[in-house]
């Protein structure tokens, strides 16, 4: 049986498509208008250093564990794989140069930047939702303390500056991660395997890293902030952009670092 | 008190619907220059988004408001700033900055606008602290630590760090025992006499009132159906007054207004 009106059953097709994607694209441009004005305030004062360098203990200090960890893991693990794979055709003698590679331009960021992701956006999106859904936020408004400039911009400072350090950090842990396996397993001989690692980086493939550290950085704050002003009332609200925020910024991460690399090579 | 002086905040015709929700159907309101003035109102009359009107948290639909007899945009930046400037607001859950102590949650806006040192805002927060009958050992407390009394208390110490002349308060007493309750009343009756403040509280706690305030306006339905003097008050014939007065339901009182 045919339909009775199809062009208007197509049309309620189109617009059940249609809300979805026209709300995204709303969602979208509202963050996209938020990043702005958080970048455009970043540069007018009031400032606040001491909050700045509040947060940077917090984001960096506490997670030097985690992400030391993971990197030494991974440059372990790195090492392992690269030999199995180069031993097929006898290369065996690059294994540290794919460690030292693979660490600083790709894993070393991504690794560490979704690390941070999954501990901070969360953090910081909660902690801001909560001060929301608690009258905190207005109560900063009324105290004449623009919340954009006391909550956002410090958090989005410190992760910028912080990430790369983190980074860098977790460069080293993890070639000596892949140093110790090759030296007690795979029987390479430490000073070659260093001095073949320092003698095949160059300085692009650090820096490659680290920029791409602090536009992850750049990213954990602003979707932490960004889910946390936007929360909507009580406590599921908060439960909600807890979990909004990891997933933005772990997504946005991946993608950046797709565009970064792109960028780079 | 003094009617014939101008208001320091004039309300006209404020309207605020929640989709199809019209909690505000026009509120016209006037607060005078060292006026007390309370709103009373059922719980959810919109008490609290009339407050939130007033300083630019929310926008309002419709209506126009004054401040000092100039028009004021309270959801604009450059208007909101001069009322923040010299008012203090008492949330209605005290709203604390759970990451700072209670000193610096009470000298917040003495160091971030008046760039106070620490060490002398601390000290004038500890003697905040005193005049809200809180003991000083608190101050270095975080607000966790505090019963809902005492983060009233602290609340109300903040509101009143810089000295405002306007004070808002969002049921100062709500959620409290009456010996509490009354400590709070009279805290805000003597602070604001001895600093010639004006007062606009919200309660719907009619044993507060005598204390509260020289002025009531009661909201019902959005709109402010009654405004006297206090004394006035328990001698209104207004049938709704009458029933908030005296808590409680009359089902079939279709009496004149
Ligand atoms: N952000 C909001 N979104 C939707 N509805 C809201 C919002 N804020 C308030 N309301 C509605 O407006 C009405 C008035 O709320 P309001 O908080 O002003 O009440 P109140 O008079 O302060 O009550 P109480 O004495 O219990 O604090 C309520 O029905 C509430 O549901
Ligand atoms: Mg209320």
Redesign the interface.
């Known amino acids: 049986m045919l339909p009775r009106d199809p062009l208007g059953l197509i049309l309620q097709g189109l617009a059940l498509l249609g809300r979805p994607v026209l709300q995204s694209l709303l969602a979208l441009g509202d963050m996209v208008s938020f990043t702005l004005n958080v970048l455009l305030r970043t540069f007018l004062p009031p400032f606040y250093p001491r909050i700045i360098l509040q947060h940077a203990v917090e984001i960096g200090f506490f997670s030097l564990p985690v992400v030391g960890l993971t990197a030494f893991f991974a440059g372990m693990v790195l090492a392992l794989q690269g030999h199995t794979g180069f031993a097929r055709f006898s290369a065996e003698a690059a294994v540290p140069r794919i460690v030292a590679l693979t660490l600083t331009r790709e894993l070393g960021p991504v690794l560490t930047g979704l690390i941070v992701a999954g501990r901070m956006s969360s953090a910081i999106a909660a902690e801001i939702a909560s001060m929301k859904v608690t009258e905190q936020i207005n109560a900063l408004i009324t105290l004449s303390i623009k919340p954009l400039h006391y909550l956002v911009v410090p958090r989005v400072i410190a992760a910028v500056i912080v990430l790369p350090i983190l980074v860098s950090i977790s460069d080293i842990i993890g070639i000596m991660g892949g140093t110790l396996i090759s030296v007690y397993q795979l029987d390479f001989h430490p000073d070659t395997y260093l001095q073949n690692t320092w003698n095949f980086i160059e300085p692009l493939d650090v820096i490659s890293g680290l920029v791409k550290a602090s536009a992850f950085g750049f990213l954990i704050a602003i979707m932490g902030c960004y889910q946390g002003l936007r929360c909507e009332e009580g406590a599921q609200g908060v439960g909600r952009a807890t979990t909004l925020a990891v997933v933005a910024a772990s997504v946005s991460i991946l993608f950046a670092n797709f565009i970064l690399t792109s960028l780079f090579f | 008190m003094s009617s014939t002086e101008n208001p320091i905040l004039s309300l006209k015709n404020l309207h605020k619907s929640f989709e199809d929700h019209h909690v505000l159907q026009g509120i016209d309101l006037e607060l005078f220059p060292q006026q007390s003035l309370a709103i009373l109102g059922a719980s959810g009359s919109g008490k609290s988004v009339l407050l ?1 009107l007033i ?3 929310m926008p309002a639909d419709k209506g126009s408001l004054a401040l000092n007899g100039q028009k004021f945009e309270p959801t604009r930046q450059k208007d ?2 001069k009322l ?2 010299r ?1 203090g ?1 008492l ?3 005290s ?5 700072l102590p209670v000193w610096h949650n009470i000298a ?2 003495l160091i ?2 008046h760039k106070l040192p620490q060490h002398h805002a601390k000290q004038k927060a500890i003697s905040l602290l005193e005049d809200v009958g809180l003991d000083t050992s608190c101050a270095d407390l975080f607000p966790v630590a505090l019963s809902g009394g005492m983060k009233k208390r602290v609340g109300l110490a ?1 509101a009143l760090a810089t000295n405002p002349d306007i004070l808002f308060c969002d049921e100062p007493t709500t959620g409290l025992d009456p010996i509490m309750s009354n400590t709070i009343d009279h805290l805000i009756h003597s602070l604001a006499k001895k600093h010639q403040t004006t007062v606009l509280s919200i309660t719907h706690n009619i044993i507060s009132l005598p204390l509260l305030a020289s002025h009531v306006a009661m909201l019902f339905q959005g709109r402010i159906i009654w405004y006297d003097s206090i004394d006035k008050l328990h001698k209104s014939k207004n049938p709704i007054v009458q029933q908030f007065i005296q808590g409680k339901q009359k089902k079939s009182s279709p009496a004149s207004p």
């Open positions: 939130k300083l630019g948290l909101s700033r923040y400037a008012c607001v949330f209605q859950h709203a604390l900055f759970d990451s917040f806006s971030m606008n903040r």
